[in-house]
């Protein structure tokens, strides 16, 4: 079992900046792949970035591409998500998720096998 935990959210003004980190100590990171997705109240959850086990593959949802960036640490075990030019519609909890795949940046929820608690992130306009 993996345990995730996300912080670094809140509330925040349209234009600004967030930084989310998604911690997993005590475990060997590098074996997964790390991706990131969002659930607005009443909506799905949605794909927002991913991340292979070194970090030269990247992914992310045309929604955000451009304004956050993803990257990890493995050293430190922990993932990011730099989130730039917010927006209102970029309201949502955030949750980190972590695959046994360590190669693939899955777009899917299904692909991932161990999920943290989220995170609120709140844009004001």
């Known amino acids: 079992q993996v345990q995730l935990g996300e912080s670094g959210g809140g509330l925040v003004q349209a234009g600004g900046s967030l930084r989310l980190s998604c911690a997993a100590p005590?475990?060997?990171?590098?074996?997964?792949?790390l991706g990131w997705f969002r659930q607005a109240p009443g909506k799905g959850r949605e794909f927002v970035a991913a991340i292979n086990w070194s970090g030269s593959r990247k992914d992310y949802s045309d929604s955000v591409k451009g304004r956050f960036a993803i990257s990890r640490n493995n050293a430190k075990n922990t993932m990011y998500l730099q989130m730039n030019s917010l927006q209102p519609e970029d309201t949502a909890a955030y949750y980190c998720?972590?695959?046994?795949?360590?190669?693939?940046?899955?777009?899917?929820?299904?692909?991932?096998?161990?999920w943290g608690q989220g995170t609120q992130v709140t844009v004001s306009s």
């Open positions: 998720a972590a695959a046994q795949e360590p190669t693939r940046t899955a777009v899917t929820e299904y692909a991932y096998d161990y």
């Open positions: 005590g475990r060997t990171f590098s074996r997964y792949s």
